[in-house]
């Protein structure tokens, strides 16, 4: 079985959509989901959308768990919320159906998944810390700490920064993120692992730009950020 790793998609449809492509031409079975499947971006409900197309397992992130919070909190968080990281929730909050919001509140924050005699730990801060962020420079006992027994492969996001450590029970794989990569802006970062022979397989996926660019300026209020991010240190996309 060939399973995808797919991690911070953040609402950035196009990227899915053409990660999504591309894992079908690769004859990708099953997906893995790794949380914050929304935030940033706005096409979130597409990206559900996409998603259920698949068989596939997945959990929530912080954004995820952002989202419920917005739903409820007053208006000075809620607009402190929209101040840092754009009005996104905003707009989840008046078109996701009740549906939605009810498959996002039933997410679990990780999840152990056992395919083909091979064992996974899906989260997306740490196996220790659902909000912890392990980057490719954290020191050898950060990574030694999440070397998790009688588990695989320990698969997680968060960091939006593709890494590989082999522990001595674990591989700890970072897939990096699909919609909103902090390496280069405009390819999506994810993987494919091969249960068959337990090879773990980079994938660095462009997408078009200039299409979630369009997109974004039609909310007038939209971060600066956003469309930086989405450029960065590509050549192709600086002007």
Known sequence: ?????????????????????????????????????????????????LIHDWSFDMISGNHERLFLEYLSASEPRQKEINNKYGSCFSYYKTHFTETLINEIKEL????????????????????????????????LEVLKANDIENI?????????????????????????????????????????INTQNGVYTPQNTPYNVEGVINELKEFNEEKEYLFKVLKRNNKNHEN
């Open 1 to 49: 079985m060939k399973i995808g790793v797919l991690s911070d998609i953040h609402g950035n449809y196009i990227a899915l959509r053409t990660v999504l492509e591309e894992a079908k031409r690769q004859g990708v079975d099953h997906l893995f989901l790794l949380g914050d499947q929304l935030g940033y971006f706005y096409r979130a409900i597409e990206v559900f959308e």
């Open 108 to 139: 679990p924050e990780q999840k152990t998944v056992t395919k083909d005699d091979m064992s996974f730990l899906l989260c997306h801060g740490s196996p220790n810390d659902k909000d912890q962020y392990i980057y490719p420079d954290a020191p």
């Open 152 to 192: 695989d492969y320990v698969f997680n996001g968060h960091t939006h920064y593709p890494m590989i450590y082999k522990g001595k029970n674990s591989f700890l794989v970072n897939v990096g993120s699909v919609g909103q990569s902090r390496t280069v802006g405009g390819i999506a970062n994810w993987g494919i």
